[in-house]
Every structure is written in C-alpha cells, then in structure tokens.
C-alpha cells in the first residue's frame, strides 16, 4: 500500500519543532508550500501569521524573533517568493536574529525543463545562512522518520547558535500537495515530546587570563571608558556597577539597552563634536560591548592608538574602525561581573576623570532639553526625546534605521525600564512595519511603540495589511517630512556638489502622499500631532486605546537640519568652545 509520505513529513517537522520550543510560523500564500502550511495550521501549538507579500512575511518573523528570542518558522513558496526573503535572511545573519526559513520547490524533474515557477533555490541565500539543507522530496523508506525528525531538530539547534541567525530548509514537494488520506509514513518521536536532538551549548566564561586582563586595564588605566552597542550582552545593573566603581563613563547607544545610570553618557554625539572636548578627553583604554554604536561622531574620535578590549561572546568581528587592539571571546555579564568582584573597593578610579564627563553630560543634556523644550512645532530630535521620556516602564520601543535611530541615540536621555529594538544588522528600513506588528505580536503583555519615517512606512506599507485584525498592541509614530530627512545631513545635501532640483529628484525623493489616507485605507486610527507639547498625551493615548494605531507629526526636512546644527552650536557654546 503506497502511504502518504509528504504530509507525514510535514507533521513530523512540524512537531519537531514544536517539541524544540518554536511556537510561530510567518507565512505568504501559495500552492508548492501547502503541505508545510497545513501542518503548521492543524498543530495548535503554534501561531500562523498570514501575509500576502513574503517580504513583510520576512520583517514579521524578524520581530517575532528579536522579541522572543525563539527562532520562527519563516515559510514561502517556490520561486521569486523565495528571492523576497532575502533582505530578511540578511538582516538575521548580521543582526544574529534566529530564523528558519523555508521554501518549498518543485522537485529535481521540474527544474531545467521550463517549469514555471521554478528557479534555483538550493545556495539561494549563499553563506548568509547558519545551515542550509534540502532533503529532496518525501520518501516512504526504512528509517526516514529518524531522518525527518534530525533536520528539524537540528533546524532549531542551528538557528538558535552561537551565533544565531538564519537557517534555510529548501523543500521540494511532489504532488498530489494535500493530504491523500492515505496510511502516512510513520515518523515516531521520542517518548515524553522530546526533541529528537537536545543541544546544550555551555556559555563562554571568562577564562583567567581574560579576567586579569581586564583587572589590570582598571587598576593600571583610571581613564577609561565603556562603549556599548546593540548586543552588548551585559544586564544594565552590571554596567551601572561597573561603571561606579572603575569611574569609567558609560557612553551607550540606547540600542544597548545599558543607557542608565548616573555615569551613563547620553549626549555623547554632541560633544564629541566639539574638537576641544574630543581632544582633551581621549581615554587611555576602552572596552566595548557589541556593536558600534549608530552615530559616527563616536566612530570617528576613537582610532587605533587608543587600546580597545573588544568583548564577543559570538567570536564575531563588530569591529568595521578596525580600532580593537584585543578581542574577547566570552560572557561579557560574566566577565564585568567577575571583574567587580576581584577589584572590590577600588579607589584607583581618577575621579577628575569621572567629574569632568558628567559635567559636560550635565551642560549638553541642560541645553539640549532647553532648546527642544523651546521649539513649539515639531523638531525631529525632540520628538525622538519625547517619544523615550513617555513611556511607561516596560515598554518596548522599535527604531527604524536612517534618522530615528539616530535621532534616539543623539537626543534621547539615560532611561530604565525600556526595551530597544532595531533592525541594525544590515541597517536597513525593509519590513520595518512588519517588523514591529511581529515584536508586537511577541509581546501581548507590553506596550510596543515604534519610531520611524515616512519612506520608511511606504516602504513596508503592504504591512498594515489585516493589521488591526491580527489582535496585537502596536503605535506607529510616524515623522513625515515628505522625503528621505537623512539625506539632507549627508554632502550630496550641499549646493556646490548638487543642484537643488536635481538633489531632490535623487536623494529628497518628496512623495506627496497624504499618509492619513493611507492610514485610513487600512481602518488604522491615525491622529495627527501639530505641537510639539501634544506628541507626548498623544502617544500616551494611542497605547491606553490599544490596537494598531499610528501617531503622525509632519516636520520639514531643512529646518530640521539647522535645528540639528543649532544645538550642535549650543553644546560647543556651553562646553566652552564658541563657534565649533
């Protein structure tokens, strides 16, 4: 009797999973997917989210996954569907973002004879991938259940790393695509709804030589500074900790979640652009903590003269100045914890050190909140400010790439209890929409809240697509500034390099599109902010009336810029360098 081998493989991996702890699965329509899709939609241990575009299918497992920290199943059919993943899958390999993805094929005769639908698939996302595997089409044969159960075991093992990151299943199915009702091929697992395969990886701790290293560069180098990026691994106690008893300052993107504290420095990228200031506190070693952080006013006065303790637990190279004299690979919370302990009472911290970084924080936070405090319409950096300050404890707040993130990291002072998310491993603004409707759909007991552009929302707009159908919490504050605002920081902005109209056509983009109208074609509840003071109860009010709602606040690109420079003046002006 012939037994029904392609929908007994489909559930087998899909138990498989479920027994290995993944509880999502994003998904795009199609037919050579539907015997993957079925099982996941018949096994109750997992969600099914439905999107008719396979790249805001990509940025709503992103979400999930960066959320969760499960790896989600991420599923396509054949073809240019598969191709639409891609930014997604790059975005999970740079970013260590666990993600499996899978994308049905038409089987080994349908490929090379003019089948439609049908391209090469296998090596499609080429090393991107952590694992990439195709068990070609199902089979009744002796021991294949054995052979199901360890690709799907090991699916999750590979996403989940070190370091995380993408898995590609390719899957070639045969037809008949729906269950036959046929005997199906018999695939048992373990008993008690074990995985086939458990995987522990131990973490990294810091061996002695690391510990004494850093133990060293406290006692020996009393100025010394902490830099932290997105994935710096550490808990925001331990930084503070740290922090207070080496007097080293915390200069931490909020992306680190470690911008806390009273060491944190959060005006960073205004004073470092004052030259004097830059120059007369150069550290003498650094430590960093995950990536970069966003601006490059920081990037760019650290160079490779200044010692730097570069610490990866993934054995990765975040590392683009090229500036890191030493890279550790461990358990950065480890580390920094078992560091506090072997100084104990350290009084070698130069407390002149300490002061001077914490005044000049004090004096460019003061002008800062003084000159955004003073603009009464709309100015992007407040409304980045503002968005971080109303809050409420708990929260997550998701950041587009281009000026948000960098209005966040340049504006937004030290706070605790708040989760930064972005997309940074490849800094882009694809699926950025679904991205957060995915955070959100991880995070029923939170308040989600995202910061992003209006290029950035057109880009992703098929994201809102059945989003207030989908049962999740999520604010969009939208800055609409008819256009790409970045581009105006950027010297392409500059008269003597291009002509205006020409500037506009290529880099300002103007789009002209009333997003209130496109809000309202998706039965999203917009409300539109005219003065800087309402940005705030407006946001406050979004999030108490739940759903998908979007916040939108209309600035202009070219004032936004000299209010950038303006108080960029202000802080030299109060540092004490006039005209820098």
Known sequence: MRRDATTAFARTLVDEW???????????????????????ARDERCRVHVHIDERSAGGFALGLARASGRPPILL???????????????EAHHGRVPLIVCTADRPPELHDVGAGQTVQQQGLYGDAVRWAHDPGPPEDRPGVGAEWRHVGARSVAEAAGPPAGPVHL??????PLVPTGAPLVDAPGRPGDAPWVRTHVPARPPDAAAIAGLVRAVRTHPRGIVVAGWGAGVSPSTAVRFAALTGWPLLA?????????????????????????????????????????????????????????????????????RTASTRLVCDPEALLAITIDAIGDHHGADHGWRSAWRTAERRARSVIDA??????????????????????????????????????????????????????????????????????????????????????LLH??????????????????????????????????????????????????????????????????CAVVGWADDLAPTVAAAIDAGGVRMVLVRTDRATNVAKHRALWGAVAEALGSPGA
């Open 18 to 40: 479920a027994r290995a702890g993944v509880t999502d699965a994003a998904l795009a329509p199609g037919s050579r997917s539907t015997p993957l899709a079925l099982a996941l």
């Open 170 to 175: 390719n899957l070639p199915f045969r037809e």
């Open 253 to 321: 993107d909020p992306l680190s979640g470690l911008r806390t504290g009273p060491d944190a420095v959060s005006t960073y990228e205004a004073i470092l652009r004052v030259p004097a200031f830059a120059a007369g506190h150069l550290p003498e070693i650094v430590l960093r903590l995950g990536a970069p952080a966003t601006g490059k006013s920081l990037a760019g006065w650290l160079d490779a003269e200044v010692p730097t303790l570069l610490v990866d637990p993934d054995d990765g190279w975040l590392e683009p100045g």
């Open 76 to 90: 396509c059919t054949s073809g240019t569907a598969a191709a639409l993943l891609h930014a997604a899958v790059l």
């Open 460 to 525: 992703d707009v098929n994201g809102l697509v059945g989003a207030v159908r989908r049962g999740v919490d999520a604010v969009l504050v939208v800055i609409d500034n008819d256009g790409g605002g970045i581009f105006s920081f950027l010297p392409q902005a500059s008269p003597d390099a291009v002509a205006l109209d020409d500037f506009e056509m290529l880099f300002g983009t103007p789009h002209g599109v009333d997003l209130t109208r496109v809000a309202a074609i998706h039965d999203v509840p």
């Open 371 to 456: 000159g955004c405090d003073a603009e009464t319409e709309p100015f992007e950096g407040r409304i980045a400010r503002d968005v971080v300050a109303c809050l409420p404890d708990g929260a997550t707040l998701v950041v587009a790439s281009s000026m948000p993130v960098r209005d966040v990291e340049s504006f937004a002072a030290p706070r605790a209890n708040v989760r930064f998310l972005a997309n940074r491993g490849t800094n882009g603004i694809d699926g950025f929409v679904s991205t957060v409707l995915g955070v959100a759909a991880a995070s029923p007991d939170a308040p989600v809240v995202a910061l992003l552009g209006d290029l950035c």
